[in-house]
C-alpha cells in the first residue's frame, strides 16, 4: 500500500504543469531526448498529453514508493522495476522489457583518439590530473553498469577514487561536455545525442549486465490515456525515435 504524504510534497516532485497532463511519466534520465520527441508525437496521434520528469532510476523508484503519482515507470534496469513490483505498485500485466543500449567511454576532446577496452588499458593516464565523470556507481543504474565493467576489465580499482559521481547519467554527460571532466562513462545513446563529446570506445557486452529498460503503469493508475502511451511506446513512431536515438527495441519477448 502507498504511504500518503501531503500534496505538496508530491506536487513538488513533479514539473510545473504536471497536473494538467493525462499521463504523468517517471523516466530515467538517459530517455531524455527520445521522449521528448515521443511525447510529442503522441499528444498528436492521440490527442491525450503526458508530462515526463527526468531523474535517475533509483531516485524516481523511491519517489514512487513515497507516494508520487506517476501514472508510468520507465526505468533504466530491471533492479528498481523488481522493487517496485515487490511492493505492490506495479499494475498486473502492463509490465514489459522495452529497450536495450550499450556503454560507452566518452572524451571531452571531439578529436580524441579511440581506446582499447581491455584489462591493459591505463584509464589512469588517460584522465590526467582530471577525473572520471560517472552517474552514482552505488544507486544509478548508468553508474551501477559502468562501475561493474570496469571492475571486469580490472580497471576500477585504479581510478575509483578519482571518479567525479552524478545524481544520473545526463549530468555525468554534462561533466564531460562542459570540459570539467575529461572522460566519463555514460549510455551510447547520451553520447549521441551532445554531439560536443566523443565516443572513444564501447564497452564489451560481457563486461557488464544486460542493459534493459521495463516499462510498466503504476498500481491503480492504468486509466485509457496511460494505456494509450503504454501502446504508443511500443508502436512504429516511438520505435523509429528509439532506433534514430541508439536504443534497441526489445520485442515482447526480450529479444
Same mark, same amino acid.
Given at each position: 500500500m502507498r504511504r500518503l504524504f501531503p500534496?505538496?510534497?508530491?506536487?513538488?516532485?513533479?514539473?510545473?504543469?504536471?497536473?494538467? #497532463?493525462?499521463?504523468?511519466?517517471?523516466?530515467a534520465s538517459s530517455l531524455?531526448?527520445?521522449?521528448?520527441? *515521443? &511525447? @510529442?508525437?503522441? =499528444?498528436?496521434?492521440?490527442?491525450?498529453s503526458a508530462?515526463?520528469?527526468?531523474?535517475?532510476?533509483?531516485?524516481?523508484?523511491?519517489?514512487?514508493q513515497l507516494g508520487a503519482p506517476a501514472d508510468v515507470f520507465l526505468s533504466a534496469n530491471v533492479a528498481w522495476m523488481d522493487a517496485l513490483d515487490a511492493d505492490g505498485l506495479v499494475e498486473p500485466g502492463t509490465r514489459r522489457d522495452l529497450l536495450g543500449n550499450t556503454l560507452a567511454l566518452i572524451a571531452a576532446d571531439p578529436q580524441a583518439e579511440t581506446?582499447?577496452?581491455?584489462?591493459?588499458?591505463?584509464?589512469?593516464?588517460?584522465?590526467?590530473?582530471?577525473?572520471?565523470?560517472?552517474?552514482?556507481?552505488?544507486?544509478?543504474? #548508468?553508474?551501477?553498469?559502468?562501475?561493474?565493467?570496469?571492475?571486469?576489465?580490472?580497471?576500477?580499482?585504479? *581510478? &575509483? @577514487?578519482?571518479? =567525479?559521481?552524478t545524481d544520473n547519467v545526463r549530468a555525468a554527460l554534462a561533466l564531460v561536455s562542459s570540459g570539467e571532466a575529461p572522460l566519463g562513462v555514460v549510455y551510447t545513446t547520451d553520447a549521441l545525442a551532445d554531439t560536443s563529446v566523443a565516443i572513444v570506445s564501447t564497452f564489451p557486452p560481457d563486461s557488464h549486465p544486460p542493459i534493459t529498460y521495463p516499462v510498466a503503469a503504476m498500481t491503480g493508475r492504468a486509466t485509457s490515456a496511460v494505456r494509450a502511451y503504454l501502446d504508443f511506446l511500443g508502436g512504429a513512431a516511438a520505435r523509429e525515435v528509439f532506433t534514430r536515438q541508439g536504443f534497441r527495441v526489445l520485442d515482447d519477448t526480450g529479444g
Open positions: 500534496i505538496a510534497f508530491c506536487v513538488a516532485l513533479a514539473p510545473a504543469g504536471v497536473q494538467a #497532463a493525462d499521463v504523468l511519466v517517471f523516466a531524455k531526448t527520445a521522449l521528448d520527441d *515521443i &511525447s @510529442a508525437e503522441f =499528444a498528436e496521434a492521440t490527442g491525450y508530462t515526463v520528469s527526468f531523474a535517475g532510476s533509483s531516485a524516481l523508484a523511491r519517489q514512487i581506446v582499447t577496452l581491455d584489462p591493459g588499458l591505463d584509464l589512469a593516464a588517460l584522465l590526467g590530473e582530471g577525473r572520471l565523470a560517472m552517474a552514482l556507481v552505488e544507486a544509478v543504474p #548508468a553508474g551501477i553498469y559502468g562501475r561493474t565493467a570496469l571492475e571486469s576489465l580490472g580497471v576500477w580499482t585504479t *581510478i &575509483s @577514487a578519482r571518479v =567525479a559521481q
